[in-house]
């Protein structure tokens, strides 16, 4: 029940890309270049306008910051790059399919200084401030170059219609070189259709570099989600410990406080019906004191049984073999115990190996109409497989009751997996991998 989703980062393929060498020659004439013209022209138009913003924001701050406010200046200076960097990212999708997710983590809703002061703190925000002085200085002026370049050449395409709307006058689209007539122009024309064809591949070039680049500054770090993973791997995995010592405790308490008086509870009654007995005789009272001892010790059973559901003690004392073994003797249906373990499996994984056995036994007991059960279990390549198979009637749906879906939820916090298979008719077979180390 997770979701995958994937990281835009360099690894992935460009699309622009993807297409060119798929097909490098039809590639001129499909609607690649345009759109990688269209996004670089856009560089060229904005970047120089950041430029400008950056360099009076600068000159302001600097200026100011001897009276305080040029603080605040610079301190917009050092995020600039974050709506930058969310244009950047949004300008992407002309010529990428795919988009770029942001890199930041969601902001506090706790007051405006604790949101500035999460975003200096991160590393994506001066990326993303780095990529802006970057834009503003490099990417910008190679766009601006690329942008004149397939002006020019555009220009000489249409060459003959300006040399024949400009006559009589002379034209010279080469300096020291004029044009006689349209028909002169011809070659330049030539010329302009073979440079509109290199940038058409130039282009593509330029964007597939352009969206690596953006990619890498400006899309999430995958050694950052690494950690983000591996962070709350192990908040799970401290919840689970905090979720055994919560059941430990209650078993404990169980055994030493409600057991014991119960216990103490028949024995009052035991002596209660004695002394009635003696003085009264036949008194009704006698009766209804022997049934409530009675109802005292079936409690106290079923209190025993509750105890040894949370966590039995041949668990703790004996290992998985023999609990499931203990188990299988008290099930209304056969069961073939066969665990064959070389050791001891860690506490997490003997804990949710026998509680997923026990409850495959209980639904296979209530709803399967089994008349024999299988348990197997070996260790196979560092993981505990197990597998519990009945005769009943099949049909099962994991994902009617809460039963199996808690257990494949915590199977999936120590990384491991649950498969239930139940066709019409049988067999049912619930398949465990959980692998025994960290």
């Not at 002061?117 to 834009?135: I, P, S, V």
């Not at 994984?349 to 056995?357: G, I, M, N, S």
Request: aromatic share 4%.
């Amino acid at each position: 029940m997770g979701v995958e989703r994937g990281v835009a980062d360099g690894r992935q393929a460009v699309a622009v890309w993807a297409a060119l060498r798929a097909r490098p020659l039809r590639f001129p004439f499909t609607a690649g270049p345009w759109r990688c013209w269209g996004h670089l022209l856009g560089g060229a138009l904005l970047g120089p306008l950041v430029a400008a913003v950056l360099a009076v924001l600068l000159v302001v701050g600097l200026g100011l910051s001897v009276v305080g406010v040029g603080l605040l200046v610079l301190l917009g200076v050092a995020l600039a790059g974050v709506p930058v960097g969310a244009l950047e990212r949004r300008r992407l999708r002309l010529v990428e399919p795919v988009p770029v997710p942001g890199p930041h983590r969601p902001l506090p809703g706790v007051g405006r200084r604790a949101r500035v002061r999460t975003r200096l703190r991160e590393r994506a925000t001066w990326r993303e401030l780095g990529y802006t002085a970057l834009f503003a200085l490099v990417l910008s002026a190679v766009d601006l170059a690329f942008t004149a370049l397939l002006v020019f050449c555009g220009t000489l395409v249409v060459s003959p219609v300006v040399v024949w709307a400009l006559a009589p006058e002379t034209v010279m689209l080469i300096p020291g070189r004029v044009v006689a007539g349209p028909v002169g122009a011809l070659p330049a024309t030539a010329v302009g259709l073979a440079g509109l064809l290199l940038c058409a591949y130039a282009g593509a070039l330029l964007t597939t570099a352009r969206v690596r680049l953006v990619r890498a500054l400006l899309g999430p770090r995958p050694e950052g989600l690494g950690r983000q993973v591996l962070e709350l791997t192990r908040s799970r995995a401290r919840l689970v410990d905090a979720f055994e010592a919560e059941r430990r405790r209650i078993e404990r308490d169980l055994h030493d406080g409600a057991q014991q008086q119960l216990v103490a509870l028949s024995m009052t009654l035991g002596l209660a019906a004695y002394e009635l007995r003696g003085r009264a005789g036949d008194d009704p009272a006698v009766a209804l004191v022997d049934r409530a001892r009675g109802e005292a010790r079936l409690a106290l059973e079923q209190l025993r049984d509750l105890v040894r559901g949370i966590h039995p003690q041949v668990l703790t004392d004996h290992g998985l073999a023999a609990a499931v073994a203990e188990v299988a003797l008290r099930h209304p249906i056969p069961v073939d115990v066969d665990i064959d373990l070389p050791d001891r499996l860690p506490g997490p994984v003997e804990t949710t190996a026998y509680f997923t056995v026990t409850e495959a036994l209980t639904n296979a007991a209530k709803h399967s109409g089994a008349t024999a059960i299988t348990v197997l279990g070996r260790i196979a390549d560092g993981r505990l497989v197990l597998q519990v198979t009945d005769d009943g009637r099949g049909g099962a749906d994991p994902a009617a009751g809460a039963g199996l879906q808690g257990l494949a939820d915590r199977i999936a916090i120590l990384r491991g997996r649950l498969l239930v298979t139940s066709p019409i008719g049988g067999p049912t077979r619930l398949r465990v991998e959980v692998p025994c180390s960290g």
